[in-house]
């Protein structure tokens, strides 16, 4: 996973970052460099674990360190994190986040912050699409899960979907005011003026779903994430595809997909 948005270099497991060179297991910050399991840097190299730091060289744990001692502790951290079973829970005051040592084979070093940590309900994140997981799954594993309110405020009116106009051009301004009731979820929810203003200029139809069915829809219409072994419906040639056999979808190798389409 790196989703570097500029210039990055030699990056592992990395989030929202401009200009990273050299570091890895990183979130959000620009120009830093040599930096591990930090957040919210800026202009720092040679950090570990820190955080919100600007203009630093040599810290651990935001503690500034000589050069030689940095070099000297953080091999040490980092052999500690090799051995130290890979869990990570909070601690029974819930204030601030420890790494636990269980003893298990694999450690902790090599891996993104632990999902422990994240401040996101995993019902909230992408991760939901790709790894649905029930309320008491997520619970199990001690990460987050949010309840979310899905009134949207101040309604007054709803309108049934199917009572709404097939045509843009029919839709009064006063849409605004009113929230729409979802056909398939019965969730209700509103447009904003933007949006209207969108579908007035691309002519589009006012949606009919809730913003989460129209979502799940779109998912539902990518392939999964998994590899099927199929052959090269040109040259049979063996090759991995997220295209399941029973799709209709014909499927080339790269070779043959390359020639056909330029
Ligand atoms: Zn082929």
Redesign the pocket.
């Known amino acids: 996973m790196n989703y570097s948005l500029y210039d990055p270099e030699a990056d592992y497991e990395v989030i929202s970052t401009v200009g990273l060179k050299h570091s890895a297991f990183y979130l959000t910050g620009p120009y830093n460099s040599y930096c591990f399991y930090c957040e919210m840097l800026k202009s720092c190299s040679n950090c570990f674990g820190c955080v919100a730091l600007k203009n630093r060289r040599y810290c651990i744990l935001n503690k500034q360190y000589t050069k030689e001692e940095y070099e000297t502790l953080v091999p040490k951290i980092i052999d500690h994190m090799r051995h130290d079973g890979g869990g990570a829970a909070m601690n029974p005051s819930g204030a601030t986040a420890v790494v636990t040592a269980s003893g298990g084979a694999s450690g902790s070093w090599g891996e993104f912050f632990p999902v422990v940590l994240s401040p996101h309900g995993y019902n909230e994140t992408v991760a939901m699409d790709h790894f649905s997981l029930s309320k008491s799954q997520v619970e199990e594993r001690h990460w987050r899960w949010k309840d979310r309110t899905e009134e949207p405020s101040k309604i007054t009116r709803i309108i049934p979907a199917a009572q709404l106009p097939d045509s843009i051009q029919d839709i009064p301004d006063d849409i605004l005011n009113w929230a729409i009731h979802c056909e398939v979820t019965g969730k209700p929810f509103k447009i904003i003026k933007q949006e209207l203003e969108y579908y007035r200029r691309m002519q589009i139809p006012v949606p009919r779903l809730h913003p989460d069915e129209r979502h799940k829809r779109r998912m539902a219409m990518r392939n999964p994430r998994k590899l099927w072994e199929r052959e ?1 419906a ?2 049979g ?1 063996g090759m991995k595809t997220s295209f399941a056999p029973e799709k209709p979808e014909k499927v ?2 790269e ?2 997909y390359l020639t056909e389409v330029y």
């Open positions: 090269c040109k040259c040639k080339f190798c070779e043959c």
